[in-house]
């Protein structure tokens, strides 16, 4: 009985723990999605499904540990055998993703512009150029909240301002791109920030890129612990019910 218990404390500590993690990555998704968004409008949609797949990802975690502490606290024997068979499929989901993750952020920061060679990816490099050259009206302010975001200036640097069509004064930068905000700050080049926002961008993916991936690894080595938890203590309820029977 003992035995039976401490398991069972076991099983609801990891439970917790897990469900922990899931509102941990579903707050994060939630968090950065504005972010995400206004990347969206200067790179293309893609990127803004990042956020979006935290979310589903951290609410599915938080179902399924609920599943779990049913399972547990009622000691049925079904609920348990569910939980660990989504716990499974969840375990090789987070090696897949993290291992897609640590590639990505490889690419991106070794060499960027690999990324435009995986098939189905997103050349969101030549999309944040193609953006600076237009300027359109309608991406004016999505440009300038991301350069004030990021640091950033132009898609490689405060130059490109020279060759957009959509920018009339070749000779500036927007006021977007100054370390000190002022009015008309941008007629004066040299004050403005050196880094590209293709830089910028790359930095701000590639270290929560990473983020994700260490957690998904770290994530999945845990719940292979909760996967021999919730198996023997799904053992010990069928046989408590045998005994209960005989």
């Known amino acids: 009985m003992c035995t039976f218990c ?9 439970n917790m723990i897990f469900m922990a993690s899931g509102v941990a990555l579903l707050t994060i998704g939630v968090l950065h999605n504005p972010t995400f968004q206004e990347l969206g409008e200067f790179t293309g949609k893609t990127l803004t499904k990042i956020a979006i797949v935290l979310i589903a990802v951290g609410s599915i975690i938080t179902v399924v ?8 606290f009622f000691d049925n024997f079904y609920l348990v055998v569910s939980f660990l068979c989504c716990l ?17 952020f490889n690419k991106m920061i070794l060499n960027p512009s690999a990324l435009v060679n ?20 309608e991406k004016r302010a999505a440009i300038d909240r991301i350069q004030e975001k990021f640091k950033c200036c132009g898609a490689d640097g405060p130059d490109d301002w020279a060759t957009s069509v959509g920018w009339e004064d070749h000779e500036a930068t927007p006021d977007s791109c100054c370390v000190e905000k002022g009015a008309g700050c941008g007629k004066e080049k040299d004050k403005a920030h050196k880094k590209g926002c293709i830089k910028a961008i790359n930095l701000f993916l590639g270290k929560r890129l990473m983020a994700v991936g260490v957690i998904c690894i770290f994530l999945a080595i845990a719940e292979c612990f909760g996967v021999f938890i919730g ?11 045998y005994d209960n029977m005989s």
């Open 118 to 137: 995986i098939k189905g990816s997103v050349n969101y490099m030549d999309k944040i150029k193609m953006v600076i050259s237009e300027y359109s009206p």
């Open 6 to 14: 401490s398991f069972k404390c076991g099983f609801i500590f990891f």
């Open 65 to 72: 540990s609920i599943l779990g502490c049913l399972g547990a």
């Open 88 to 104: 499974i499929i969840i375990i090789l989901m987070e090696i897949i993703t993290g291992a897609i993750v640590y590639t990505f």
């Open 231 to 241: 198996a023997y203590f799904s053992c010990n309820i069928k046989r408590k019910d």
